[in-house]
């Protein structure tokens, strides 16, 4: 663990209480930073927040915008979460704004502590823009306490941390759409029937005006690009550099918001060529997994998508490729306990991939136990004692094409096992 994480586990709660009341006073008691940033796109949503976000980042900042970004989780540095006119936060930087927050706070968790550092590091570097992204929900999450956005943001909506938000569909719309405010147009990715519905009756009741995808704008791979269309125009874009057709989707949602902010063709054409966003169907061949992957002339991919939405994802990319270059396929999955395994392996169930399953540090499921559910599902799996073991046995029975996915926290570990792999 970072040194800045360990700092905020041992100084701050580290409970998840979605409530907006401690926010609210450690915002006030810091001068309210969140009333001085600039102006605010604000992401909420189950899948694609942080891809949408990259993209957002890489239009704005190729149209030579000064951007603040606020993303969660982290990788492997605590930093990464704070980005500052388009530089990763110092730790001098962030050490300094920890003092001055754990001066005043007594109760906030670690995000709302987390937050509340962003906001006051963000209100304090000149910007053009900044770009926050909701932690869990949006009703009461730590971020909603920005009264003002400039735009709103709702990427697609589906099952996910149940613990919190329950299993309704519609009732975790809801929940997204706490970020909605009055006047501030909401630009919306498709969504199921039911999750639209809650969307719609959300924005009437706070008089925010909505652009929906499929409906007001569209989105759709033409000719090894992206076409985009909404009502006034028609872009012929070159493909997003983020693996996935999946990643279509983000992208088109991005261009949406561009134009909201006027940005010239040029520069989303840029945008999207120049997005990087680690731990999203990412190729890796350098550190030790991936140069151990090149050694045997196998592909090796890293993705943190962690619910059926993402399984489903992945299991697209996955034939997309297969079409195009047959190779045995593994899966290295290590996923937290309170996830639906089920979910997630079922997607991938016509994907004819080998799976080896891992733990990591942290509330992980148990290898065995996740080797069964896959095998539930109809795939070949079994457990491993880690990622080194399970990507040799994988290579050695010749698998050409390797995926390490099932969580963040695991791609973090895979990440931080080398310096040149860090988030950056």
């Known amino acids: 663990m970072d040194p800045i994480s360990e700092r905020l586990r041992a100084r701050h709660p580290q409970r998840i209480d979605l409530s907006l009341d401690r926010m609210r006073a450690l915002c006030a008691a810091l001068g309210d930073p969140q009333h001085r940033l600039p102006p605010v796109v604000h992401v909420a949503g189950t899948n694609g927040k942080g891809s ?26 605590f930093n990464e979460r704070i980005r ?29 502590s987390t937050t509340a550092a962003a906001f006051l590091a963000m209100s304090e570097t000149p910007a053009d823009l900044a770009i926050i992204e909701v932690g869990l ?14 735009l709103s943001v709702i990427t697609p909506v589906d099952l996910d941390h149940a613990e919190f938000l329950g299993t309704s569909l519609r009732g975790i719309a809801v929940e997204k759409a706490g970020i909605l405010k009055a006047g501030a147009r909401g ?38 690009g992206l076409a985009f269309q909404d009502q006034e125009q028609f872009l012929d874009l070159p493909a997003p550099a983020l693996a996935g057709p ?26 999207l060529g120049a997005v990087r966003w680690p731990a999203r169907m990412q190729r890796l061949a350098t550190g030790p ?85 896959a095998r539930g599902h109809g795939l070949g799996a079994q457990a491993s004692s880690d990622v080194t073991q399970a990507l040799e046995h994988a290579l050695r029975l010749g698998a050409g094409r390797v995926v390490i996915c099932g969580s963040l926290y695991l791609a973090g570990e895979v990440l931080g096992a080398a310096r040149e792999t860090w988030p950056a």
């Open 84 to 112: 500052l006119a388009g530089e990763l936060i110092s730790d001098e930087q962030l050490n300094d704004i920890l003092d001055r927050i754990e001066a005043v706070a007594t109760e906030a968790t670690v995000f709302e």
């Open 137 to 150: 929900g949006g009703v009461l999450d730590a971020t909603n306490v920005i009264e003002r956005p400039l």
């Open 289 to 373: 997994f991936g140069e151990a992957a090149r050694a045997a002339d196998a592909e090796l991919w890293l993705d943190g998508g962690h619910n059926p939405h993402a399984g489903r994802a992945l299991a697209v990319a996955l034939a997309e490729r297969q079409a195009k270059a047959p190779r045995p396929t593994a899966l290295i999955v290590g996923m937290l306990a309170n996830k639906d395994a089920g979910g997630f392996f079922e997607a991938l169930r016509d994907s004819e991939a080998s799976v080896f399953t891992v733990p990591f540090d942290g509330a992980a499921a148990e290898p065995e136990a996740l080797a069964a559910v």
């Open 187 to 224: 630009l919306i990715a498709r969504q199921s029937e039911e999750a639209m519905a809650a969307i719609e009756v959300a924005a009437l009741g706070v008089g925010a005006p909505l652009t929906v995808m499929g409906v007001d704008f569209d989105a759709w791979a033409e000719r090894g």
């Open 246 to 271: 999946h990643q279509i989707e983000n992208a088109g949602l991005a261009v949406a918001v561009a134009l909201e902010l006027a940005l010239p063709e040029q520069a989303i054409a840029e945008g």
């Open 52 to 77: 949408t976000v990259a993209f957002i980042r890489a239009i704005t900042e190729a149209a030579g915008l000064r951007v603040h970004v606020y993303t969660s989780p982290h990788l492997v540095r």
